[in-house]
């Protein structure tokens, strides 16, 4: 063999080299996107179903440990089912490690993407629904709302939804919680207590004065509000569900399969450098994705509170909302610089 021949046959085993490592790539990219599709769909078929399962049982949100309970259950037995999925062609090594593995990590993730175990649970028309967060409402008195205090809950409600059906896309009423009408009966009860051990022992005791009830205003569009008045009259349970109301966490299934849990696991545990557990893999990877658009998103709502700030045409009350909000922004912003997630 000459010298021209030994290299057109190098050049050979060369492309040769090269075409078995893109096809290598392109199975690899391939299965990736089987798997994260697949995973996500699966993810977001197991909450939904445990969401119509709560609304059969009749658990709403409202009510307590029960939908925290059975939300988390739900959480971890889909992340298991993207495990599974994800395993199909090795079913060899669905081991209980695994699939423990596959629920944690789930669980995990979800929380990262900003879910809440008992928001899975259908909304109950008559309490604070799925969507209802405190640092999302305003502190309210036992009147209806006036109209800064309508003005941020609209926009709370374009930004967050609905707090009991979710939609982005209405016009939000300042939604009194408790309903005036219970958080009058309910202070009225307080009041006659009061009167009560005024009358039994002859002296008031002192820390009944700090028993109040505690009313806050929610984002709520005209649909739910209209149900509501009706229901809150005859003290009547109707639950709503939010299947179709879709956020972040919605997508774990999706973000579990991306970041090695299940189906790339192989793939990571081939490089010495990787973290040895999937929590681990999981972990360093979900602070780098996802803090990052936190930071960004804590950023932006600062830049929007502050313009807000800056309009002169706030009530007190709101400019102390506003005030804390901002304040619990720049704790927020430490706490991750701190942890050292961003960089
Ligand atoms: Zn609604």
């Known amino acids: 063999m000459n010298n021209n021949e030994m290299n057109e046959a190098m050049k050979q085993l060369r492309e040769r080299i090269q075409a078995i490592e893109s096809e290598q790539i392109l199975n690899v990219l391939q299965r990736t996107t089987i798997d ?36 988390s259950i739900g959480v971890a037995s889909s992340s298991v089912l993207v495990g599974v999925f994800c395993l199909r062609q090795h079913p060899m090594e669905l081991e209980p490690l695994q699939l423990t593995a596959a629920a944690t990590s789930g669980l ?7 879910g809440r175990f008992r928001s899975l649970a259908p909304s109950d028309f008559r309490h604070p629904g799925a969507f209802a967060y405190a640092k999302r409402s305003l502190p309210a008195t036992i009147e209806y709302a ?25 016009k939000y009423h300042a939604d009194h ?20 051990h005024l009358t039994q022992n002859g002296r008031l005791n002192l820390q009944d004065f700090f028993i109040h009830v505690h009313c806050r205003y929610y984002p709520q569009c005209e649909a739910c509000s209209n149900t509501q008045g009706a229901l809150v009259k005859k003290n009547a349970k109707q639950l709503k569900l939010h299947v179709t109301q879709i956020r972040s966490y919605h997508f774990t299934g999706f973000w579990m399969v991306l970041f090695g849990a299940s189906g790339l696991g192989s793939v990571f545990s081939s490089n010495n450098e990787a973290p040895p557990t999937v929590v681990q893999q999981v972990v360093l990877q979900a602070t780098e994705v996802v803090q990052k658009p936190h930071l960004q998103l804590l950023r932006e709502r600062e830049e929007l509170l502050k313009q807000e700030l800056r309009s002169n045409t706030l009530s007190k009350e709101s400019i102390q909302y506003i005030k804390d909000e901002l304040s619990q922004i720049q704790r927020r912003k430490a706490e991750i610089k701190r942890l050292g997630a961003y960089k």
């Not at 995973?39 to 939908?67: D, E, K, N």
């Not at 408790?178 to 009560?196: D, Q, S």
């Open 36 to 71: 994260a599709v697949g995973g996500g769909v699966l993810f977001f078929t197991g909450i939904s179903i445990t969401q119509v399962i709560l609304y059969g049982l009749r658990i709403s949100v409202a009510m307590p440990v029960l939908p925290t309970l059975l939300g």
């Open 177 to 196: 919680m408790p309903p005036v009408l219970v958080a009058k009966a309910e202070n009225t009860r307080l009041l006659a207590k009061i009167f009560g």
């Open 146 to 170: 006036d109209v800064n205090a309508r003005a941020v809950i609209q926009s709370f409600g374009r930004l967050y939804g609905c707090h009991t059906c979710g939609t982005k896309t209405s």
């Open 108 to 114: 995990l993730l979800f929380r990262l993407l900003g």
